[in-house]
């Protein structure tokens, strides 16, 4: 069974901080991650993809990926109200397209 | 990114009836598109796989002449909710896959979802 890993949190973080969020993945082929950012009541929306290891930055946010020890985070920087949202990784299974989704970390970034 | 539309954004029905929703990519071509369910406060669930001219790919337990799906074309498939019941009341969600070409690299996008609330 292929599976993403997620801390549920909710993970809290004054404004202006760094929040890091972590995922571990248990399929060694999976070649692309993502992240997706969903408010209450919305649908996801993508914010971050990341396909080699390393970092990848994007604004606020960076992606971190180390296929080695199957692991991939998403840090923001200078945390804002507005960040608070459930953030969603997922990871590809296959050539199929579908996407395997982690349980969402709750980040709530206070004021 | 890419935009993905879902019409309508909500619906109101009786018991028993049918009801239709259409997912487009407005600004690329998507042969797959998927389709989720959310109750609230859960996590995405996978319905089935829409793949353009050909049939759908369910998930385990999901019925599919309940479930019908439709890809029409490159732009746009269609989930009918058969003869829906007041626990098929959710917020169902399309993606789309845009896949560049020439390599594994491929994004999904999201449509808005569409909430479901069977009387």
């Known amino acids: 069974q292929k599976e993403v890993e997620q801390n549920s949190g909710p993970l809290s973080v004054p404004e202006g901080a760094i929040a890091s969020l972590n995922c571990t993945y248990s399929?060694?082929?999976?070649?692309?991650f993502f992240w997706y950012r969903q408010y209450s009541g919305k649908s996801p929306e993508l914010i971050m993809f990341?396909?080699?290891?390393g970092d990848k930055e994007d604004g606020r946010f960076t992606a971190q990926l180390n296929k080695a020890s199957q692991y991939v985070s998403l840090l923001i920087r200078d945390s804002q109200p507005s960040d608070s949202a459930t953030y969603l990784c997922?990871?590809?299974?296959?050539?199929?397209?579908?996407?395997?989704f982690g349980q969402g970390t709750t980040l709530q970034v206070k004021p | 990114g890419a935009v993905v539309s879902q019409h309508p954004s909500r619906v109101i029905c009786k018991s028993g009836t049918s009801v239709k929703i259409e997912c487009r990519s407005l600004?690329?071509?998507?042969?797959?598109m998927f389709w989720y369910r959310q109750f609230p406060k859960q996590s995405l669930m996978l319905m089935a796989t829409?793949?353009?001219?050909?049939?759908?790919?369910?998930e385990q337990g999901v019925e599919k002449d309940k479930f019908l799906i439709n890809h029409a074309s490159l732009t746009l498939s269609t989930l009918t909710v058969t003869s829906a019941h007041p626990e098929d009341s959710s917020f169902y969600i399309c993606s789309a896959r845009d896949v560049v070409a020439g390599g594994f690299q491929e994004t999904q996008y999201f449509g808005p979802g569409t909430r479901l609330l069977v009387l």
């Open positions: 600004d690329f071509q998507a042969t797959t």
């Open positions: 399929d060694r082929g999976s070649q692309s």
């Open positions: 829409s793949n353009e001219g050909s049939k759908a790919t369910y």
């Open positions: 990341i396909y080699s290891n």
């Open positions: 997922a990871v590809n299974a296959g050539n199929t397209g579908k996407l395997i």
